[in-house]
């Protein structure tokens, strides 16, 4: 390339050269922060989950229970059969689960919420073990955790008796108040063979005609390889299509309502934008080419071939458009980076925060979950996009340049 022509040619399009390349850094850099979002999605999305190290928790659909009196079942959750949690674990997208009976319990003058954790567990007591501010994880079916919030509400200490209807429990440690995120949040935390015997002893054992030595859950909390990679709903549902299934996909919609640049609208205006670039692009170059047309037949005269003058055309382009991307991929990083200082908000259903909503007391329980966008510059994902955008403009520049055998010398007389 002749660099000198080149910056005499930058020297006369001063104007004219820092629209385009303006125009192209801030379209790059606005594919690159709506793929980056798009990619993040699913991780934003699994934030609520991941509060208590679980990609998906499900639960079942029953029955409502004819009376509120005792232990019940909230939001008319069935048990979950044996038969079903052991094919739920082994779905080859389940790295790691964890059962446990998730119940309210009523008496005449008050309200628990409590969760029977299984044995062998290996998601919830490690979450309770590093969530206790006093005492000692239980040791035997009388034992019990509380939160903090239920035992500055009961005048709870460490040691002391707790009763439940007929049942009558130690308190042995003080957990965290919300370590669950909001997302069956328990006032109570026991072993699951006790949480059992409560349960068989109330009328969900004539709800759901449950044997005495029956052994079931109600809440089944997986971790998974390759979210979102395959239907985790579908497959859970083919076991029995009255399980529930809450997973990123639960939250999905919220996100993309919230990140605007994602939305459908954005979609379509990014393409119709990127249209616009090319298509300026190409008015530019031929224009270009039609205000040079006396420059090219001197080229010519000179005894530049049309090969040479391809090649310096060519090589302008690219220095051009690669400091238009460059420019752009700079943009992107910093776009990212204030974004990733953004915070979203997602609202649990329900069915997952799982408080009676009933009782004016419970129903003021915080069911939203904030979190800051887990965004960041994806080298990948630019060096994809600069890479295609550069040989999208440069093969249309190729094309264009086939214009050039129609400028012959003679016209430089003309």
């Given at each position: 390339?002749?660099?000198?022509?080149?910056?005499?040619?930058?020297?006369?399009?001063?104007?004219?050269?820092?629209?385009?390349?303006?125009?192209?850094?801030?379209?790059?850099?606005?594919?690159?922060?709506?793929?980056?979002?798009?990619?993040?999605?699913?991780?934003?999305?699994?934030?609520?989950?991941?509060?208590?190290?679980?990609?998906?928790?499900?639960?079942?659909?029953?029955?409502?229970?004819?009376?509120?009196?005792?232990?019940?079942?909230?939001?008319?959750?069935?048990?979950?059969?044996?038969?079903?949690?052991?094919?739920?674990?082994?779905?080859?997208?389940?790295?790691?689960?964890?059962?446990?009976?998730?119940?309210?319990?009523?008496?005449?003058?008050?309200?628990?919420?409590?969760?029977?954790?299984?044995?062998?567990?290996?998601?919830?007591k490690p979450l309770l073990q590093n969530n206790l501010?006093?005492?000692?994880?239980?040791?035997?079916?009388?034992?019990?955790?509380?939160?903090?919030?239920?035992?500055t509400k009961r005048s709870l200490k460490v040691g002391?008796?707790?009763?439940?209807?007929?049942?009558?429990?130690?308190?042995?440690?003080?957990?965290?108040?919300?370590?669950?995120?909001?997302?069956?949040?328990?006032?109570?935390?026991?072993?699951?063979?006790?949480?059992?015997?409560?349960?068989?002893?109330?009328?969900?054992?004539?709800?759901?005609?449950?044997?005495?030595?029956?052994?079931?859950?109600?809440?089944?909390?997986?971790?998974?390889?390759?979210?979102?990679?395959?239907?985790?709903?579908?497959?859970?549902?083919?076991?029995?299509?009255?399980?529930?299934?809450?997973?990123?996909?639960?939250?999905?919609?919220?996100?993309?309502?919230?990140?605007?640049?994602?939305?459908?609208?954005?979609?379509?205006?990014?393409?119709?934008?990127?249209?616009?670039?090319?298509?300026?692009?190409?008015?530019?170059?031929?224009?270009?080419?039609?205000?040079?047309?006396?420059?090219?037949?001197?080229?010519?005269?000179?005894?530049?071939?049309?090969?040479?003058?391809?090649?310096?055309?060519?090589?302008?382009?690219?220095?051009?458009?690669?400091?238009?991307?460059?420019?752009?991929?700079?943009?992107?990083?910093?776009?990212?980076?204030?974004?990733?200082?953004?915070?979203?908000?997602?609202?649990?259903?329900?069915?997952?925060?799982?408080?009676?909503?009933?009782?004016?007391?419970?129903?003021?329980?915080?069911?939203?979950?904030?979190?800051?966008?887990?965004?960041?510059?994806?080298?990948?994902?630019?060096?994809?996009?600069?890479?295609?955008?550069?040989?999208?403009?440069?093969?249309?520049?190729?094309?264009?340049?086939?214009?050039?055998?129609?400028?012959?010398?003679?016209?430089?007389?003309?």
């Amino acid at each position: 390339m002749m660099v000198s022509y080149f910056k005499a040619f930058v020297a006369a399009n001063k104007m004219k050269l820092l629209v385009f390349m303006a125009s192209v850094a801030i379209y790059t850099a606005l594919i690159l922060v709506t793929l980056t979002l798009g990619k993040s999605i699913p991780k934003i999305a699994a934030l609520p989950l991941q509060s208590i190290g679980v990609a998906t928790m499900v639960q079942k659909t029953g029955d409502i229970p004819p009376k509120m009196v005792g232990a019940v079942f909230p939001h008319s959750n069935a048990p979950i059969t044996e038969k079903e949690r052991r094919t739920i674990e082994a779905l080859p997208f389940v790295s790691a689960s964890d059962a446990g009976i998730y119940s309210w319990f009523f008496a005449e003058k008050n309200f628990q919420a409590f969760l029977g954790v299984d044995a062998g567990s290996k998601i919830i007591k490690p979450l309770l073990q590093n969530n206790l501010e006093q005492g000692t994880m239980y040791r035997t079916p009388d034992d019990v955790l509380v939160t903090k919030d239920f035992a500055t509400k009961r005048s709870l200490k460490v040691g002391e008796t707790l009763s439940m209807g007929n049942n009558r429990f130690t308190v042995s440690g003080i957990l965290r108040s919300n370590l669950s995120g909001n997302i069956i949040p328990a006032d109570i935390y026991m072993d699951k063979k006790r949480a059992v015997k409560i349960v068989l002893a109330s009328s969900m054992k004539t709800l759901y005609k449950m044997d005495p030595g029956t052994t079931f859950s109600n809440v089944l909390l997986l971790q998974s390889d390759a979210a979102g990679a395959v239907d985790k709903e579908k497959q859970i549902k083919a076991i029995n299509p009255k399980l529930i299934v809450f997973s990123e996909k639960n939250f999905t919609q919220q996100i993309e309502k919230q990140l605007g640049l994602v939305s459908s609208f954005a979609r379509i205006a990014f393409i119709f934008i990127g249209l616009f670039v090319v298509i300026a692009f190409v008015v530019m170059m031929i224009y270009n080419m039609k205000t040079r047309e006396k420059e090219i037949a001197v080229l010519r005269m000179l005894g530049w071939s049309i090969r040479d003058i391809k090649k310096q055309f060519i090589q302008e382009s690219g220095w051009l458009l690669g400091g238009a991307i460059l420019l752009g991929n700079l943009l992107a990083f910093i776009l990212l980076y204030v974004l990733s200082k953004t915070t979203v908000h997602m609202e649990l259903p329900w069915d997952i925060s799982a408080r009676p909503h009933f009782l004016p007391a419970e129903n003021a329980i915080e069911r939203v979950i904030s979190a800051p966008l887990p965004i960041a510059y994806d080298p990948m994902i630019a060096l994809g996009v600069s890479f295609g955008f550069f040989l999208l403009i440069m093969l249309i520049n190729y094309i264009l340049l086939g214009r050039l055998r129609k400028i012959k010398p003679d016209q430089l007389a003309k």
